[in-house]
């Protein structure tokens, strides 16, 4: 996607060196766009660590290019296990790291030390490409939702969205933002209420960012203000992103969706989710109790960081001094309250039934 006119994915080799690997810092946007070199393992588990990359396709993609990073310092069996296992530990929620490594792993294994780097380096970047076109695919099955509610309304559709699962998620156009992308290329008449996404402000920091970017009509909400509009008529459909989705359908997202979720069910609004296949976790079966949910650290309630009136990039408190705060980064919506699963190979319900009828091959596991 564009910024400013100028394409741009989440994460590539650089061209001139043909190694390193070049990522925008999303702990500086929107404020400004910086583009970070990540050289070694140290510098890729930091990125996914501190949040200067984040999104669970993306966090997988980082990963990918960080073992690759790892691999070119030791290409050792037991040194690809031990950086390997070092990745995996940088976040505990999105599964897609996981995926991206026991992907990497298995192809890296069967062969010699001497033959790795190249071989890794081409491997993530077939799970980059991947990403992005099973994404573009989310985005296709997603617009028919928005241009089916544009029909039946015959005026603007009103989406609401939480956190941020655009293309800054991803390798490239997101999954719950690709359906907009694609419907407003379509030129369906939308806008998208973007939830602020306390602590860390995804929303107002980078859906906003993104959105408004390539010119799609958008306002920001407080988390709060989301029930109270769809009360009155005023949200069409929620489309998130997510986590993890268990074999079961239900999904764990940024916190605060869960609410949402129940607001959309108790006021009839379509409720659904975008992901790639990469995203579900078909081992675990109950959310609620078996996806890790990460806790982070309280400082991210306890301050804000924003532009100040002077221009200057400022962190303040916004809690008194001796209050305890918490932090949970994730929450799981029960497949009950989701109204269906967008992937790249199309919509299905959230239970195990819809989504072993879009991926057949999973009846086994
Ligand atoms: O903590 P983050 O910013 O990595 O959380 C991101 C989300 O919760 C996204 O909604 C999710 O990863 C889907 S990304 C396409």
Redesign the pocket.
């Known amino acids: 996607m564009k910024i400013d006119g100028t394409p741009y994915r989440s994460v590539w080799v650089d061209q001139q060196d043909g190694w390193s690997v070049r990522i925008l810092d999303q702990t500086r946007l929107p404020w400004s766009v910086d583009l970070l070199r990540l050289a070694t393992l140290a510098d890729a588990a930091h990125a996914i660590r501190s949040?200067q990359v984040?999104?669970?396709?993306l966090?997988g993609a980082v990963a990918a290019y960080g073992l690759a990073l790892a691999l070119r310092a030791d290409p050792t069996s037991s040194a690809m296990e031990r950086d390997a296992t070092l990745l995996n530990e940088t976040r505990p929620t999105?599964v897609n790291l996981r995926w991206a490594l026991d992907r990497m792993l298995g192809v890296l294994r069967p062969l010699k030390p001497q033959d790795r780097v190249a071989a890794a380096y081409a491997e993530a970047a077939r799970i980059a490409d991947e990403d992005a076109a099973q994404c573009e695919a989310i985005g296709t099955h997603g617009a028919e939702l928005i241009a089916d509610i544009a029909a039946r309304k015959q005026g603007r559709v009103n989406i609401l969205t939480?956190?941020?699962?655009g293309w800054l998620?991803?390798v490239d156009w997101?999954?719950?933002l690709a359906p907009v992308y694609k419907a407003f290329e379509q030129k369906i008449d939308l806008h998208v209420w973007v939830d602020e996404t306390r602590p860390?402000n995804?929303g107002a920091f980078l859906t906003a960012f993104e959105l408004g970017k390539h010119g799609v009509p958008h306002t920001v909400i407080a988390d709060n203000a989301g029930g109270h509009l769809m009360q009155h008529g005023q949200v069409d459909i929620v489309i998130?992103?997510?986590?993890r989705v268990t074999r079961t359908g239900d999904v764990a997202?940024?916190i605060g969706t869960y609410l949402k979720a129940l607001a959309a069910f108790d006021n009839n609004v379509p409720f659904w989710i975008g992901l790639p296949s990469s995203t579900i976790d078909w081992t675990v079966s109950d959310g609620v109790r078996e996806i890790p949910i990460e806790e982070r650290s309280a400082t991210e309630v306890t301050t804000i960081t924003g532009r100040a009136l002077d221009g200057s990039i400022a962190t303040v408190r916004v809690v008194p001094t001796g209050s305890a705060a918490a932090n949970p980064?994730?929450d799981v919506t029960p497949a009950r309250l989701v109204t269906g699963l967008i992937t790249e190979r199309g919509r299905c319900a959230a239970s195990e039934a819809g989504l072993l009828s879009l991926f057949p091959e999973r009846k086994a596991a």
Do not use: S
């Open positions: 949040m984040r999104g669970a396709p966090i999105a939480h956190c941020n699962a998620a991803t997101g999954t719950a860390r995804q998130v992103g997510t986590d997202n940024k980064a994730f």
